[in-house]
């Protein structure tokens, strides 16, 4: 199976990046797993990234900074992994703005809003196969 620099199969890649909804558990300070929550999913170029749409408030993106690791489910598979965050100065922002953009603008701007710009920026996590080498 051929991967991406990150360690994504390109079939991970689409499932994930083209999947409507993620569903997301984050460890816990025990080292379980939390409930796992639904949130929109972004592929930019070979990159997958989830933002809070709650801002730093949310209580996953709190124990994602934590803990660094967590299990996605998307498309019909699941996979461990860890969470990078992304500076706010980061020049990946405008193709992820974009991606969110493409992907769910259908639903509103005030909902959209809660994941694109500046404020979002700040709360963006690149996600990444755990097992990668």
């Known amino acids: 199976m051929s991967t991406t ?3 994504w199969s390109p079939q ?3 499932r994930i990046g083209g999947a409507e909804e993620l569903e997301l558990a984050t460890r816990r300070d025990d080292g379980s797993l939390s409930t796992f929550t639904i949130m ?15 801002g730093p408030a949310g209580a996953w993106w709190r124990r ?9 489910r998307a498309g019909g598979g699941e996979r461990e992994v860890t969470f990078e965050h992304l500076a706010a100065g980061n020049a990946a922002h405008p193709a992820i703005d974009a991606a969110y ?4 603008d259908r639903y ?3 909902i ?3 994941v694109v710009g500046p404020s979002a920026a700040q709360v963006t996590l ?3 196969p755990a097992d990668r080498g």
């Open 101 to 104: 953009h493409a992907k769910y």
């Open 64 to 72: 994602a900074l934590r803990h660094g690791e967590g299990v996605v």
């Open 40 to 54: 929109w999913v972004v592929r930019a170029g070979d990159d997958l990234y989830v933002r809070s749409a709650r």
């Open 126 to 128: 690149r996600l990444l």
């Open 5 to 7: 620099d990150q360690g």
């Open 112 to 114: 959209v809003g809660s």
């Open 108 to 110: 509103g701007p005030r």
């Open 12 to 14: 991970d890649l689409d």
